[in-house]
């Protein structure tokens, strides 16, 4: 017959040791950081490019607000209109923050090219997203007539 017997049924019994516990945590560690790139990748496509202007404007919006300007509105318009009136000499122009980064420019400028100056200079903060230009030009040189509010 046979010469070396079979047990019917074996009992395996591992035990478990600390390259297998090692093992797990690497496995762990490099699931996780791949779906973070993976997860960054999706983000970054969804979001769009990181500008250091963006990123600026975000960082901006966080600072905290002086007491009474719990939006910080009153900062921002008077950083426009004062960058408006050192740039633009002659001209009238008001800046007035609308909320999410809309703001309007609205008084007077002595000529078209000081009233799309004016609207380049707010265009160019970094808490104006969009900027409503009602600037009113009082002469316009080249065709002797006074322009709309809204051009």
Known sequence: MDRYPVP???ILVRIKTQDDAVTGIALSVTLGLGIGVMAGMILGELLGDVHPERVKGAVGRLRPAPPGDSDGSVIVEHAITEAIHDAVPGSRVTAQALGNGIVELTGTAPDTAS???AGRIAQEMPSADVV???IRVLDDG???RRTSPVD
């Open 142 to 144: 080249e065709s002797g």
């Open 115 to 117: 009233r799309q100056l």
């Open 132 to 134: 409503v230009n009602r």
């Open 8 to 10: 019917r049924e074996v």
